[in-house]
């Protein structure tokens, strides 16, 4: 599934635009504030109905509009496809695939799988947690979505624990119905991890290969940091039964799934803590391409992959080895303020897209 155009009205700075994007790399060109990584933000959404850069959606309507529309014309092996997107806040968005409404993208067949870089991701590598595990779960909904439901299903239910904990504790309800709430969360907890580990273990070698090919030196690892050891249902209910007083005492659930986390190991220490940010960098590039190749084996084709001023941080061989990296085969688009950090950007084969005071200009070929 190729990308073709893309269209946007009163998105973020663009009151309208139009680009239309080659099958293989695009790099596009401006000066910083031009409206590169807007243009970029433009084409996750299009993509996936939502904002890779905020929470707070209303921030990628115009200023001074109403609403934002996307389209986005794609291509594979049956013919065309189209994807419209239509948000006004404040009102449930207007999702439409090859013209049928459609609640959400997840699992249609007519855009691309995507993925992005913004700098503000390195969060992944030094952020929280939970940002780690929702972005697992996110790259197990795209290689299983079958699969996605898991994630709900455990979190409804850790809902209802702590809710009932709480009760508990205020001495507003008994303790006779935790052990079936316990075996609820179990049951879906187990197989969360499983997916979680199951990916982790597919994706650890290929990350290892990005990494050492992007020269993030050393021996590095990917590495899924459950914090229970539980094998089946029956053993994660009795971990959580056992932890039940000081669940009592905080209020809530401490124990579970929901307390994973991912590790970047470099040497045998963790990125986030001992690794320079060049080299947590590194790590997160190596993660997103292993990811998209992992993606590109379950799928038959690699997802889209969106770089935001990726280059800008990189030396010479490390800018020559991701380029290569990129063209072998997928397709992707990276921004950067100059078109010669981009090695062989000069190339027939190169789409270019410059944004020049705000306006694009129509892509060109060398």
């Known amino acids: 599934m190729i990308a073709t155009r893309l269209s946007l009205r009163d998105f ?5 635009a139009e680009v239309r994007l080659g ?12 409206g590169k990584t807007n243009l970029l ?5 299009a993509c996936t109905a939502r904002s890779c850069r905020t929470s707070n959606e209303r921030e990628v309507v115009r200023f001074g509009a109403e609403l934002t529309r996307t389209e986005l014309v794609c291509e594979d092996a049956l013919g065309r496809h189209e994807v419209t997107v239509g948000f006004k806040p404040g009102e449930t968005k207007r999702l439409r695939a090859d ?43 795209a290689l299983w979505p079958g699969r996605s439901g898991t994630r709900r299903a455990y979190s409804a ?33 187990v197989a969360l991890m499983a997916d979680r580990a199951a990916t982790v273990d597919n994706l650890r070698p290929r990350y290892a290969h990005h990494a050492q090919g992007l020269g993030l030196e050393g021996k590095v690892e990917l590495r899924y940091k459950p914090r229970s050891e539980a094998t ?18 905080r209020g809530f659930t401490g124990h579970g799934p929901h307390r994973d986390d991912l590790g970047f190991r470099r040497e045998g220490r963790e990125l986030r803590s001992y690794g320079s940010r060049g080299q947590q960098r590194l790590g997160l590039l190596a993660l997103l391409l292993a990811e998209r190749e992992e993606l590109a ?27 290569d990296l990129l063209r072998r085969d997928g397709q992707a688009v990276i921004t950067t303020t100059e078109l010669d950090h981009v090695p062989g950007g000069e190339e027939e084969d190169v789409t270019r897209i410059e944004i020049v005071d705000g306006r694009i200009e129509t892509p060109t070929h060398a």
């Open 41 to 45: 933000e433009g084409i996750y959404f």
């Open 12 to 16: 973020r700075t663009y009151s309208s």
């Open 157 to 189: 239910a850790l809902a209802q624990r702590n809710a009932l904990l709480a009760s508990i504790r205020a001495g507003r309800a008994s303790r006779a119905s935790l052990p079936a709430w316990d075996a609820e969360l179990a049951r879906h907890g």
């Open 23 to 34: 099958p293989g790399l695009t790099v596009i060109t401006g000066r910083n504030g031009a």
């Open 99 to 141: 013209g049928a409404v459609v609640e959400n993208l997840v699992g249609t067949g007519a855009r691309p799988l995507v993925s992005v870089f913004l700098p503000d991701r390195l969060e992944l590598v030094l952020g929280a947690p939970a940002l780690r595990r929702a972005h697992l779960d996110q790259v197990i909904a």
């Open 232 to 249: 089946s249902a029956d053993e994660l209910a009795a971990e959580l039964a056992e932890r039940l007083e000081s669940d009592l005492e």
């Open 297 to 323: 084996a379950a799928h038959g084709a690699a997802p889209l992959l969106l770089l935001d001023d990726v280059m800008s941080e990189l030396d010479a061989t490390r800018r020559g080895r991701l380029v």
